[in-house]
């Protein structure tokens, strides 16, 4: 079998960037909830941000995502409705053809706004793909 190892860009690979849950979202207040750091050698391209959520009582309620503590987009779901999830899709930055960069080194954070009624067991998950870099710290 061969060397498998990815050398340069690579493109096409969407996956789960980053991801938590299922958490509970406290009322009435707005609070950063989950956080990672982009690794070193990669650079994240952010597609879309989506939302579910699984609780009884549940009001209106918003999720973004913050690169570095700048909002780059955010998911929300509405209503009391048990069981409801939300998609956002974002428009990617000039000269790409999908995502919005994260910089390697980058912090990674999901908030949520401040909200009424209980909001519990959800999950939100960032997806888009990842391009590798040069790094002083991985070499091939």
Known sequence: MGKSAFS??????K???FSVGPVSAST???????GAIVPPGEDWYATNLSLYRNSTGSTDFTISVQDDSTTI??????GSSVAASGISNFSPD??????????SGSTVTFSHSSHAGPN?????????Y????????YRE
């Open 15 to 17: 996956a789960t960037l």
């Open 94 to 103: 000039s000269g790409e053809y999908q995502g919005i960069k994260i910089a």
């Open 73 to 78: 987009g955010s998911a929300n779901v509405g």
């Open 120 to 128: 519990a067991n959800v999950t939100v998950v960032l997806s888009g």
């Open 130 to 137: 990842r391009r590798w870099t040069p790094s002083t710290t």
């Open 8 to 13: 340069g860009p690579v493109f096409g690979a």
């Open 28 to 34: 009435g207040s707005s609070a950063v909830f989950a």
